[in-house]
């Protein structure tokens, strides 16, 4: 141990002894609120299955105490929705419109949860940056959530993998949710390792090419995060090797050595990239798919390991740490379940549910911890597995699916099952609540299948709204082809069109005076607009300035297009491409979704107690939840 390390635990040492001395254990909470989410949770099945029996938990608490279907955001997104539960306002005030935010000065889109803005000061030394000072990570959602309020009353919040919590809220214990990057920055990239051709992964991974030896041996290595000091150097990387069986391989990732059998997800493999002045520790787990002769390997995306983690996951600081030597380590990455793997055939089923179930434990193993510790009148917990498991099996339950007839076994069980393994949560967390404690449980939206992919930025094309660079049919994603000079409208996001207004839009040539008339035209068209079987592709439209009020309705969408049941956004209308097709067939496992028009998609409600009314939306859950915070004598 180096002299700076002795002081330094020293220093800790002595803390802790005065602590020790100064100090007692916080009083235990004398009763509880414990809110449950469970991200998805689709009314119209949850009545099915529980009349059929298969969800007893949720009929006794209905029984026991009340349920409604619950009105979710506008746009059901899930950000916008958990946004709206967390602080009680609309998205006009708490400024979450999508998982996109867009630029109107240069027409793209950035992730909307959270911003990092580096330091202004950096000094060149010897080809290095060294920033001189700290840059600003900002959660981009505004307003007081409930838990915040909750401890101004002298209560104390554990809350726990809530989306849009990236950085955690100052409370008294926080794990973050949706919104934590992986160490490259992104929302989490995957890496497959092939010795095959294999088409390039579109959207959240990367295939990388590997050459076997005559041995039988693969030399190669994981790429990480950028160097922190050198952005234009290559990304920071550590040596990996494959030796493969056929039906297991031998896997060196740095120093550690391990063998993979086919199908089984490893443990967590810690990692260090050392950048010259020290090393950025992270974590991965791996699934060997294939062995030889053709070994494939699956790495997930490099997360920050709780135990030493390089970002801010957690209020307080340690709280991550403390929890990870509890109940060991876990995913960190804001949405762990990757969706895309699967989407994209780079993962199968079984990998896939098996990902979902180590999600889940690792979930429950974070709220019993929680409810053992009783050390918080306020203890919140979000469940994302129901969302995960409806977006990529729905196809499984809908006949009329595109892919219906293709879907597996596995696939037409996953969503009942994922409904049954919130039933037993549910139980456990009940078994575990004491008499005088409180229980809510809720969801953010429902769901609906997604069978058909909307075009929305080809229909404004084909309309005249858009307009292409001469000489183009289609455009690229991030409107590479746009001609913005003849362009009034334009599409970007899950669920929002926005024109091209002059003085907020960089090139934009719409007016004041004529946005209106402009709006009420294209609302128009859009209520036209068919299918082949004449089916309305929109169910409702949304004025922007109708639906929102507060200081960040200016970023609001100014047309919100609430699509009818079976149809959604393309993805190729999130990121503004313009393709060759108004419609088409969705023939990826994303089969299941929920941004089309809330009124379709509702969420629900259970508590333990009756309300005195009915809660209007998710929106007035903060109110509803504060009321019902426990009362008695406040926590020190």
Same mark, same amino acid.
């Given at each position: 141990m180096s002299m700076r390390s002795c002081w330094r635990f020293g220093v800790v040492l002595v803390g802790l002894l005065l602590a020790a001395c100064t100090s007692e254990p916080p009083a235990p909470a004398q009763a509880r609120?414990?809110?449950?989410?469970?991200? /998805?949770?689709?009314?119209?099945?949850?009545?099915?299955?529980?009349?059929? $029996?298969?969800?007893?938990?949720? %009929?006794?608490? &209905?029984?026991?105490?009340?349920?409604?279907?619950?009105? *979710? %955001?506008?746009?059901?997104?899930?950000?916008?929705?958990?946004?709206?539960?967390?602080?009680?306002?609309?998205?006009?005030?708490?400024? #979450?419109?999508?998982?996109?935010?867009?630029?109107?000065?240069?027409?793209?889109?950035?992730?909307? #949860?959270?911003?990092?803005?580096?330091?202004?000061?950096?000094?060149?030394?010897? !080809?290095? @940056?060294?920033?001189?000072?700290? $840059?600003?990570?900002?959660?981009? @959602?505004?307003?007081?959530?409930?838990?915040?309020?909750?401890?101004?009353?002298? @209560?104390?919040?554990?809350?726990?993998?809530?989306?849009? *919590?990236?950085?955690?809220?100052?409370?008294?214990?926080?794990?973050s949710g949706m919104g934590?990057?992986?160490? &490259? $920055? *992104?929302?989490?990239?995957? +890496?497959?390792? %092939? +010795?095959? &051709?294999?088409?390039?992964?579109?959207? /959240?991974?990367?295939?990388? &090419?590997?050459?076997?030896?005559?041995? !039988?041996?693969?030399? *190669?290595?994981?790429?990480?995060?950028?160097?922190?000091?050198?952005?234009?150097?290559?990304?920071? %990387?550590?040596?990996?090797k494959i030796e493969a069986a056929k039906d297991s391989a031998s896997v060196t990732l740095g120093e550690e050595t391990r063998v993979l059998k086919v199908g089984e997800w490893s443990a967590w493999w810690t990692v260090e990239f050392d950048y010259g002045l020290g090393t950025l520790p992270g974590m991965v787990r791996m699934r060997l798919i294939e062995g030889f002769p053709r070994p494939l390997l699956y790495v997930s995306p490099v997360q920050a390991d709780p135990l030493a983690s390089v970002l801010p996951i957690s209020a307080s600081p340690d709280y991550a740490s403390e929890l990870a030597e509890r109940i060991g380590r876990y995913h960190t990455l804001g949405m762990p379940e990757e969706t895309w793997s699967l989407n994209q055939g780079h993962m199968d089923e079984l990998g896939y549910l098996d990902m979902v179930k180590t999600t889940l434990a690792e979930g429950e193993a974070m709220l019993y911890d929680a409810l053992a510790s009783n050390d918080s009148e306020l203890v919140v917990k979000v469940f994302v597995q129901p969302d995960r498991v409806s977006h990529m099996f729905w196809r499984g339950m809908d006949t009329q699916h595109p892919l219906y007839a293709e879907s597996s076994p596995l696939a037409r069980e996953a969503v009942a099952w994922i409904y049954r393994e919130s039933d037993r949560v549910l139980g456990e967390v009940r078994k575990r609540m004491r008499p005088e404690d409180r229980l809510v449980v809720l969801s953010d939206h429902g769901f609906s299948s997604f069978r058909r992919a909307a075009h929305v930025n080809r229909w404004l094309v084909d309309q005249g709204y858009l307009s292409l660079k001469a000489g183009k049919r289609e455009s690229e994603p991030l409107f590479a082809d746009i001609d913005w000079s003849r362009s009034r409208a334009y599409a970007l996001g899950l669920n929002g069109l926005y024109l091209n207004l002059a003085g907020r839009e960089a090139q934009g040539i719409v007016t004041t005076a004529q946005s209106d008339a402009l709006l009420?035209?294209?609302?128009? /068209?859009?209520? $036209?607009?068919?299918?082949?079987?004449?089916?309305?592709? #929109?169910?409702?439209?949304?004025?922007?300035?109708?639906?929102?009020?507060?200081?960040?309705?200016?970023?609001?969408?100014d047309l919100v297009l609430g699509y009818a049941p079976g149809y959604r956004a393309s993805w190729q209308t999130t990121l503004g491409a313009v393709p060759r097709d108004l419609l088409e067939d969705n023939r990826q496992p994303w089969s299941g979704d929920h941004c089309i028009d809330p009124n379709a998609v509702p969420g629900v409600l259970f508590t333990s107690f009756v309300p005195d009314q009915p809660v209007e939306n998710i929106a007035s859950m903060a109110h509803m939840l504060l009321k019902h915070l426990p009362k008695g004598p406040r926590s020190p």
């Open positions: 609120l414990i809110v449950l989410g469970f991200d /998805g949770m689709d009314p119209a099945l949850t009545e099915r299955w529980m009349a059929e $029996g298969a969800l007893p938990e949720f %009929s006794r608490l &209905r029984t026991e105490g009340y349920y409604q279907r619950l009105a *979710t %955001s506008n746009p059901p997104q899930s950000p916008v929705a958990w946004s709206s539960f967390a602080t009680g306002k609309g998205a006009g005030e708490h400024g #979450i419109y999508d998982f996109l935010r867009r630029d109107p000065k240069t027409y793209q889109p950035d992730f909307s #949860i959270a911003r990092y803005t580096p330091p202004d000061d950096l000094i060149n030394f010897a !080809g290095w @940056r060294v920033p001189m000072g700290e $840059g600003v990570l900002e959660n981009q @959602r505004r307003g007081e959530p409930f838990w915040m309020a909750a401890e101004k009353q002298g @209560r104390r919040a554990t809350v726990q993998r809530v989306p849009v *919590t990236y950085p955690p809220d100052p409370v008294q214990h926080m794990l934590v990057p992986d160490l &490259r $920055g *992104t929302q989490g990239t995957y +890496t497959l390792f %092939s +010795t095959r &051709r294999m088409a390039a992964a579109e959207n /959240g991974g990367r295939v990388e &090419r590997v050459e076997m030896d005559d041995a !039988g041996r693969i030399e *190669t290595y994981l790429d990480g995060p950028a160097h922190p000091l050198k952005p234009e150097a290559p990304a920071l %990387s550590v040596a990996l009420d035209e294209i609302v128009d /068209g859009l209520r $036209g607009w068919r299918d082949h079987d004449d089916t309305a592709v #929109i169910q409702h439209t949304y004025l922007g300035r109708d639906l929102y009020r507060g200081p960040m309705a200016k970023d609001a969408p």
